[in-house]
Nanobody, 118 residues
Framework: QVQLVESGGGLVQAGGSLRLSCAAS????????MSWYRQAPGKQREWVAA???????NYADSVKRRFTISRDNAANTMYMQMNSLKPEDTAVYYC????????????WGQGTQVTVSS
């Protein structure tokens, strides 16, 4: 099994920055891609950004040029630097990892709250 633990959320004013971390433990060898998702109150969970084991990245249009996803495989940790935050970025942010056998995002963290005030 794989365990994912997020940290780094909090309250920030619009225009500010936060850095989220996601620490992985357990059967790390089972993980391939990793992603950040978010869920705002009353909305469905949405994908935000992804990073492959090799470091290739992809972003949702809503966060391009503001958020930067990265990964330190030696430390088994994924990060997301969030700049120029907007009130609409307010959500619970979840990290997720894809299982090498099933290709599904089978592993999820418990989430960390990000609140951006106007």
């Amino acid at each position: 099994q794989v365990q994912l633990v997020e940290s780094g959320g909090g309250l920030v004013q619009a225009g500010g920055s936060l850095r989220l971390s996601c620490a992985a433990s357990g059967s790390i060898i089972r993980i391939t891609d990793m992603s950040w998702y978010r869920q705002a109150p009353g909305k469905q969970r949405e994908w935000v950004a992804a990073v492959t084991r090799g470091g290739r990245t992809n972003y949702a249009d809503s966060v391009k040029r503001r958020f930067t996803i990265s990964r330190d495989n030696a430390a088994n940790t994924m990060y997301m630097q969030m700049n120029s935050l907007k009130p609409e970025d307010t959500a619970v942010y979840y990290c997720a990892a894809r299982d090498i056998r099933t290709a599904d995002y089978a592993y999820w963290g418990q989430g960390t709250q990000v609140t951006v005030s106007s």
